[in-house]
């Protein structure tokens, strides 16, 4: 029979996200990607990193959420929304450490999912009817606030995208369908609509596939890195 007990499940759950995160052999691939914007990194690197300033980081802090809870749950984003301005001082100089040297505080990339059901038909018994929202470090968010607050205009979508980013929605990209679909049949014309969904689309991203197209924009390597 299936798991019971709340330690059966989340063992259940576990190795179900472990597989799937693990599902792709891209290490190697990524590997050589690092080392080769290791080599494209010079000298006046540096004077991309230091953009990060306490001011920066202070107004990257502002779009973080109020109540973003940390994952360690012993804090939440209002702590450092009300924090003085030594301490910005002092994530500034720790952001920009990071970009230098190329890596992030391990413990600071520690996560936590929270299995949450898609409803509808879906069957409540099947780990597929889940979807993982992952709880992460505040100061991890802070960090992406303050690339896309200096670096963010570099990084462009498609104007037919009307997910994950500002200003747009469903509601958008619905009007938008309802239109064309509205314009063939004022003029008799059959509309033929085609829809593509990607199973775990986001889990199975492949990490080089994306640093690859990060490479081709004019983000600093040293920030893509």
Same mark, same amino acid.
């Given at each position: 029979?299936?798991?019971?007990?709340?330690?059966?499940?989340?063992?259940?759950?576990?190795?179900? /996200?472990?597989?799937?995160?693990?599902?792709?052999?891209?290490?190697?691939?990524?590997?050589?990607?690092?080392?080769?914007?290791?080599?494209?990194?010079?000298? &006046?690197?540096?004077?991309?990193?230091?953009?990060?300033?306490?001011?920066?980081?202070?107004? *990257?802090?502002?779009?973080?959420?109020?109540?973003?809870?940390?994952?360690?749950?012993?804090?939440?984003?209002?702590?450092?929304?009300?924090?003085?301005? =030594?301490?910005?001082?002092?994530? *500034?100089?720790?952001?920009?450490?990071?970009? /230098?040297h190329g890596t992030?505080?391990?413990?600071?990339?520690?996560?936590? /999912?929270?299995?949450?059901?898609?409803?509808?038909?879906?069957?409540? *018994?099947?780990?597929?009817?889940?979807?993982?929202?992952?709880?992460?470090?505040?100061?991890?968010?802070?960090?992406?606030?303050?690339?896309l607050q200096i670096?963010? &205009?570099?990084?462009?979508s498609d104007s =037919?995208?009307?997910?994950?980013?500002?200003?747009?929605?469903?509601?958008?990209?619905?009007? =938008?369908?309802?239109?064309?679909?509205? /314009?063939?049949?004022?003029? &008799?014309?059959?509309?033929?609509?085609? =829809?593509?969904?990607?199973?775990?689309?986001? &889990?199975?991203?492949?990490?080089?596939?994306?640093?690859?197209?990060?490479?081709?924009?004019?983000?600093?390597?040293?920030?893509?890195?």
């Open positions: 029979g299936g798991a019971t007990g709340k330690e059966a499940i989340s063992e259940v759950f576990r190795e179900e /996200y472990k597989n799937l995160y693990n599902s792709h052999h891209d290490q190697e691939e990524m590997e050589i990607l690092t080392k080769e914007m290791e080599g494209e990194v010079k000298e &006046d690197a540096v004077l991309e990193v230091a953009r990060i300033t306490a001011e920066a980081v202070q107004s *990257a802090m502002r779009k973080v959420k109020p109540g973003k809870g940390d994952v360690t749950g012993s804090y939440t984003s209002d702590a450092i929304r009300n924090c003085p301005p =030594l301490f910005f001082k002092k994530m *500034a100089e720790m952001f920009r450490s990071w970009l /230098y992030v505080t391990p413990s600071l990339l520690s996560c936590a /999912y929270l299995p949450v059901f898609k409803g509808g038909l879906k069957d409540p *018994a099947s780990c597929s009817s889940y979807r993982a929202l992952a709880g992460t470090s505040v100061i991890l968010k802070l960090f992406d606030y303050t690339v670096w963010g &205009d570099l990084l462009t =037919l995208q009307f997910a994950y980013k500002p200003n747009t929605s469903c509601s958008q990209a619905s009007w =938008l369908v309802m239109e064309v679909a509205d /314009y063939y049949r004022r003029n &008799d014309t059959p509309c033929i609509v085609t =829809l593509l969904d990607c199973k775990q689309g986001f &889990d199975r991203c492949t990490f080089p596939a994306i640093f690859s197209k990060l490479r081709k924009t004019k983000l600093p390597v040293i920030v893509t890195r």
